[in-house]
């Protein structure tokens, strides 16, 4: 199973960044994916998660209404548009997927891909 983000980069804070992962090597729908973030010196935490089908989502509190997460059954990809970005959404972003549902819970997702680094400063 490989899961590889991609889109990371350095954007002033209030601009905009779409990341994506693509994912091979599992059966896409069969799985719900999730986005979580990384800090420096501080815990991996998360961010948004979709469903199988991409009907339902869950967002973390400091990012709802700024971030979308959406999945594309057919391509094999999931996908998180941020924007109104601040600097405080500077951290290593990794997507995840399990097989249990839409939960917030890293220690439940199966699989990772390997980050992609978002830096939001000016």
């Known amino acids: 199973v490989q899961l590889q983000a991609s889109g990371g980069g350095l954007v002033q804070p209030g601009g905009s960044l779409r990341l994506s992962c693509a994912a091979s090597g599992l059966t896409f729908s069969s799985y719900c994916l999730g986005w979580f973030r990384q800090a420096p010196g501080k815990e991996r935490d998360f961010v948004a998660v979709?469903?199988?089908?991409?009907?339902?989502?869950v967002y973390a509190d400091s990012v709802k209404g700024r971030f979308t997460i959406s999945r594309d059954n057919a391509k094999n990809t999931v996908s998180l548009q941020m924007n109104s970005l601040k600097p405080e959404d500077t951290a290593v972003y990794y997507c995840?997927?399990?097989?249990?549902?839409?939960?917030?819970?890293?220690?439940?997702?199966?699989?990772w891909g390997q980050g992609t680094l978002v830096t939001v400063s000016s």
């Open positions: 979709v469903n199988w089908s991409g009907g339902s989502t």
């Open positions: 995840a997927a399990t097989s249990l549902g839409n939960y917030r819970n890293k220690g439940l997702y199966d699989y």
